[in-house]
Nanobody
Framework: VQLQASGGGLVQAGGSLRLSCAAS????????MAWFRQAPGKEREFAAGISWSGISTFYADSVKGRFTISRENAKNTVYLQMDGLKPEDTAVYYCAARAGSIFQTYYHISEMYQYWGQGTLVTVSS
């Protein structure tokens, strides 16, 4: 599957952005999806994940209550709604996909995902 992330940009602290990740292929509903992010000089970290059905969602503590992950399987797209943005949210955001299921405690592990998008830059000014 090929992933194309979009929606990044420059926003002031407290603002909102919505990232989108469009996937190619006809079996998008079979993929677990996630968003990771990498800030300058830091390692890539998990932000949010969603099960193939969309019923189960998982968040890093740093974004819980501010970010919402969702998916539209009919459109082969996963979203990340980011509200209450902070300067520390500045990073390149990557969407990732895994064929098949993941036990919930493994969503945050980047090695569990086989496919990655190219990333979209989010910059939050103070």
């Amino acid at each position: 599957v090929q992933l194309q992330a979009s929606g990044g940009g420059l926003v002031q602290a407290g603002g909102s952005l919505r990232l989108s990740c469009a996937a190619s292929g006809r079996t998008f509903s079979n993929y677990v999806m996630a968003w990771f992010r990498q800030a300058p000089g830091k390692e890539r970290e998990f932000a949010a994940g969603i099960s193939w059905s969309g019923i189960s969602t998982f968040y890093a503590d740093s974004v819980k209550g501010r970010f919402t992950i969702s998916r539209e399987n009919a459109k082969n797209t996963v979203y990340l709604q980011m509200d209450g943005l902070k300067p520390e949210d500045t990073a390149v955001y990557y969407c990732a996909a895994r064929a098949g299921s993941i036990f919930q405690t493994y969503y945050h592990i980047s090695e569990m995902y086989q496919y990655w998008g190219q990333g979209t830059l989010v910059t939050v000014s103070s």
